[in-house]
């Protein structure tokens, strides 16, 4: 049995069949809301004069998540050190992601880091 799912957007203003969603922000707040064509066109033509005189801020349109920095680890090891030794001793091991821990204790023991 096939099945067809359908998403209807509701204007919330008034009820009626909306257009989609429109996106706004003020005062450091990001907002939604969904509007028919008319109400849509209103929104804009009452934000006009403003965004006219106004300058972007940011990146742009979209906002991006800040990066998050990343810090050494407690132990104070040098993960790009333990792979490069690996390496040189043959010791096959992948470039990115968590160092395994029998590694890390073959690196200590050979280097007395």
């Known amino acids: 049995m096939a099945q067809k799912i359908q998403t209807v957007f509701v ?19 990001e907002y939604e809301i969904d509007l028919n064509a008319d109400h849509a066109q209103a929104l804009r033509e009452a934000l006009a004069p403003y965004v006219s005189a106004a300058r972007r801020a940011g990146g742009g349109a979209t906002r991006r998540p800040a990066r998050t920095v990343r810090r050494a680890p407690a132990t104070g090891l040098n993960t790009t050190e333990v792979r490069e030794w690996a390496k040189s001793q043959g010791i096959d091991v992948k470039d990115r992601g968590r160092v395994p821990a029998e590694l890390v204790v073959k690196f200590k023991a050979a280097t007395g880091k």
């Open 11 to 29: 204007d919330d203003l008034d009820g009626s069949e909306a257009e989609g969603t429109v996106r706004f922000g003020l005062d450091g707040s």
